[in-house]
């Protein structure tokens, strides 16, 4: 694995235009490429624009000329209809697509965390095996995030779509004739949906409101704060519009460029999104103009394109449900290089490029932020039907797809075991998600604490205790279903994490003092409540919080999925969440 180099464009919007400007004259002149010719493809270029929802090109329908570029790249190479997001949110997203896995299991759960180097990326086996490569992206996703992790060059906080291509084609251009790897992430689609003229009036030009598509905007209506008509709805989808057909331009001029050069005959071109984009399908505010925290349709479907002359056959569209998670092996398939251990998803193509497609169940997963708590929710798709489980309200959702596309009707009932939320818990347990009672209490000096966890539905693992800080007696049933603990009253706060399987079990939790009495019992996420309480797990829990009774009377208990996962956290700065609150990430 090589270390990446990258700059930083720390420079604002309006230098950054002018510097792509320069690089794109400085690019004109340079077109003597001398590449051998191949038989087949040898170059890989994955375009991810970010936040571009499936049902917005062209080629996946869209009843207006938003695309008319990616939908030749579409005519000439295979085209998959229902490919599945693995996250909403950029870096986890970007991390499946990269590596291959789910979110629990690569552990890159959001802006608070980095890919584990134990990770193996696309360009790290890409590399190995002699390819240049080289990443251009928008955010700190190759050096916060880590997934510059075997990209020999790169630049990040890269946009314009112009700044990008032209980024990529002096990356080209430096060493022709080497087989590389290019990963190009265009931010250009992303909120605000502020396209320059003439993309702004392109598709509505009689819009007659005052609504607009900052981000200052959109989180008024995001808020529930500013309402909106039917006419301003329209006018934002054709300022989302207007920016997918200018990328789409951007773009259309680095194919051509390609095409020019002789490079688009051997090399294998991906257009694909790390998430689509929520445009006032939902009313719920906070779900309306947006990507996270939702794992609805109009996020969950992204556009998947693969163009691979002479390997994988023009014009093909592909009904069966792929996932992102399957991109970096099938990718590989390609190339005829081996795919890393440990990789979840499997190749759509065999070796020898004909389609090898099976219908695959998609797993997505969005993991809480300190600053946002509740934006803990997990989504299994299978064709026709789909369940939403919102972790942190312990609320589940099921829609069948068949008769309501639109996701309009929730039909979960509470009645006998879901089939397919028993696969959703499943998965977060095998991808090494471990889920935990957690109980915890303030000891006084000479006063006991002592109670127990009863399990239904399951059965205790193990028990462990904070490292620091007094060790309670604790005692498991030969069944693993009940739990007894007793602290002697030694000082300070103590704990127990009582390890659970599956994850959905019942938990039943009773605390007494010293002389048996009692104790009021605190329950993470519904409040003071008097002993004993029960919950299933993971109705309630955090992978990220580990909170602490602050209280010396009673006991203080919550649900945690922990991750086996090596994860990497990292610190937020002020700057960092000031850029993110600017970008529209979090709120107020
Ligand atoms: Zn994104």
Same mark, same amino acid.
């Given at each position: 694995?090589?270390?990446?180099?990258?700059?930083?464009?720390?420079?604002?919007?309006?230098?950054?235009?002018?510097?792509?400007?320069?690089?794109?004259?400085?690019?004109?002149?340079?077109?003597?490429?001398?590449?051998?010719?191949?038989?087949?493809?040898?170059?890989?270029?994955?375009?991810?624009?970010?936040?571009?929802?499936?049902?917005?090109?062209?080629?996946?329908?869209?009843?207006?000329?938003?695309?008319?570029?990616?939908?030749?790249?579409?005519?000439?190479?295979?085209?998959?209809?229902?490919?599945?997001?693995?996250?909403?949110?950029?870096?986890?997203?970007?991390?499946?697509?990269?590596?291959?896995?789910?979110?629990?299991?690569?552990?890159?759960?959001?802006?608070?965390?980095?890919?584990?180097?134990?990770?193996?990326?696309?360009?790290?086996?890409?590399?190995?095996?002699?390819?240049?490569?080289?990443?251009?992206?928008?955010?700190? /996703? @190759?050096?916060?995030?880590? #997934?510059?992790?075997?990209?020999?060059? +790169? *630049?990040?906080?890269? !946009?314009?779509? %112009?700044?990008?291509?032209?980024?990529?084609?002096?990356?080209?251009?430096?060493?022709?004739?080497?087989?590389?790897?290019?990963?190009?992430?265009?931010?250009?689609?992303?909120?605000?949906?502020?396209?320059?003229?003439?993309?702004?009036?392109?598709?509505?030009?009689?819009?007659?409101?005052?609504?607009?598509?900052?981000?200052?905007?959109?989180?008024?209506?995001?808020?529930?704060?500013?309402?909106?008509?039917?006419?301003?709805?329209?006018?934002?989808?054709?300022?989302?519009?207007?920016?997918?057909?200018?990328?789409?331009?951007?773009?259309?001029?680095?194919?051509?460029?390609?095409?020019?050069?002789? /490079? @688009?005959?051997?090399?294998? #071109?991906?257009?694909?999104?790390?998430? +689509? *984009?929520?445009?006032? !399908?939902?009313? %719920?505010?906070?779900?309306?103009?947006?990507?996270?925290?939702?794992?609805?349709?109009?996020?969950?479907?992204?556009?998947?394109?693969?163009?691979?002359?002479?390997?994988?056959?023009?014009?093909?569209?592909?009904?069966?449900?792929?996932?992102?998670?399957?991109?970096?092996?099938?990718?590989?398939?390609?190339?005829?290089?081996?795919?890393?251990?440990?990789?979840?998803?499997?190749?759509?193509?065999?070796?020898?490029?004909?389609?090898?497609?099976?219908?695959?169940?998609?797993?997505?997963?969005?993991?809480?932020?300190?600053?946002?708590?509740?934006?803990?929710?997990?989504?299994?798709?299978?064709?026709?039907?789909?369940?939403?489980?919102?972790?942190?309200?312990?609320?589940?959702?099921?829609?069948?797809?068949?008769?309501?596309?639109?996701?309009?009707?929730?039909?979960?009932?509470?009645?006998?075991?879901?089939?397919?939320?028993?696969?959703?818990?499943?998965?977060?347990?095998?991808?090494?998600?471990?889920?935990?009672?957690?109980?915890?209490?303030?000891?006084?000096?000479?006063?006991?604490?002592?109670?127990?966890?009863?399990?239904?539905?399951?059965?205790?693992?193990?028990?462990?205790?904070?490292?620091?800080?007094?060790?309670?007696?604790?005692?498991?049933?030969?069944?693993?279903?009940?739990?007894?603990?007793?602290?002697?009253?030694?000082?300070?706060?103590?704990?127990?994490?009582?390890?659970?399987?599956?994850?959905?079990?019942?938990?039943?939790?009773?605390?007494?003092?010293?002389?048996?009495?009692?104790?009021?019992?605190?329950?993470?996420?519904?409040?003071?409540?008097?002993?004993?309480?029960?919950?299933?797990?993971?109705?309630?829990?955090?992978?990220?919080?580990?909170?602490?009774?602050?209280?010396?009377?009673?006991?203080?208990?919550?649900?945690?999925?922990?991750?086996?996962?090596?994860?990497?956290?990292?610190?937020?700065?002020?700057?960092?969440?000031?850029?993110?609150?600017?970008?529209?990430?979090?709120?107020?």
């Amino acid at each position: 694995m090589s270390g990446v180099t990258v700059a930083r464009a720390g420079s604002p919007r309006w230098t950054r235009l002018a510097l792509a400007a320069a690089l794109l004259a400085a690019g004109a002149g340079a077109g003597a490429l001398a590449c051998a010719r191949r038989p087949e493809p040898a170059n890989l270029i994955v375009v991810v624009i970010d936040a571009l929802r499936a049902d917005r090109l062209g080629c996946y329908g869209r009843g207006r000329p938003t695309s008319p570029a990616i939908d030749r790249l579409a005519s000439e190479g295979v085209l998959f209809e229902q490919a599945m997001a693995q996250c909403s949110f950029t870096p986890p997203a970007i991390a499946s697509l990269l590596t291959g896995r789910y979110v629990p299991s690569h552990g890159l759960l959001g802006w608070e965390s980095r890919l584990a180097p134990a990770e193996t990326t696309l360009a790290d086996v890409l590399s190995a095996a002699g390819y240049r490569t080289a990443a251009f992206v928008f955010l700190n /996703l @190759l050096t916060r995030h880590g #997934l510059g992790q075997g990209f020999g060059d +790169g *630049e990040e906080m890269v !946009e314009p779509a %112009e700044r990008l291509t032209g980024l990529a084609r002096a990356w080209i251009e430096r060493e022709p004739g080497k087989k590389f790897f290019l990963f190009l992430h265009c931010y250009d689609v992303h909120r605000p949906y502020t396209p320059p003229a003439p993309y702004d009036t392109l598709f509505d030009p009689g819009y007659g409101g005052d609504v607009d598509g900052t981000n200052e905007t959109l989180a008024a209506i995001q808020s529930g704060a500013r309402a909106t008509t039917p006419e301003d709805e329209r006018h934002l989808e054709a300022l989302y519009d207007g920016e997918v057909r200018r990328a789409d331009e951007i773009l259309g001029e680095f194919f051509a460029w390609l095409e020019a050069s002789g /490079l @688009l005959a051997k090399t294998i #071109l991906v257009i694909t999104a790390d998430h +689509g *984009e929520m445009l006032a !399908e939902r009313p %719920e505010p906070g779900l309306r103009y947006t990507h996270d925290p939702s794992l609805y349709d109009p996020v969950m479907q992204i556009p998947l394109i693969v163009r691979a002359p002479g390997k994988v056959a023009s014009g093909a569209r592909v009904a069966e449900q792929v996932r992102q998670i399957d991109v970096m092996p099938s990718l590989l398939a390609l190339l005829g290089v081996e795919p890393p251990a440990g990789v979840q998803g499997e190749s759509f193509f065999a070796r020898d490029g004909a389609l090898a497609v099976t219908t695959r169940p998609a797993y997505a997963d969005v993991y809480p932020e300190p600053q946002r708590p509740e934006r803990y929710v997990r989504a299994l798709r299978v064709p026709g039907r789909k369940v939403i489980h919102r972790i942190y309200e312990g609320a589940w959702e099921e829609y069948d797809l068949t008769t309501d596309p639109d996701e309009k009707q929730n039909v979960w009932t509470t009645g006998p075991p879901d089939s397919l939320a028993d696969a959703l818990l499943a998965h977060s347990e095998e991808c090494g998600e471990v889920h935990e009672v957690c109980v915890a209490w303030v000891e006084r000096e000479g006063a006991g604490v002592s109670g127990t966890v009863t399990l239904s539905g399951g059965r205790a693992l193990g028990v462990d205790h904070p490292p620091a800080g007094p060790a309670p007696e604790v005692s498991v049933s030969d069944d693993g279903a009940r739990v007894t603990f007793r602290a002697r009253g030694t000082g300070g706060p103590s704990a127990i994490w009582v390890r659970v399987s599956p994850p959905g079990v019942r938990a039943e939790v009773d605390a007494r003092d010293e002389a048996g009495r009692p104790l009021p019992i605190t329950l993470l996420g519904r409040g003071p409540s008097s002993a004993p309480v029960a919950f299933s797990l993971p109705e309630i829990g955090h992978a990220l919080l580990n909170p602490f009774p602050t209280t010396d009377h009673g006991v203080f208990v919550f649900g945690r999925a922990r991750l086996t996962t090596q994860r990497v956290p990292i610190d937020l700065g002020p700057e960092e969440i000031e850029r993110l609150r600017a970008l529209g990430y979090i709120g107020d």
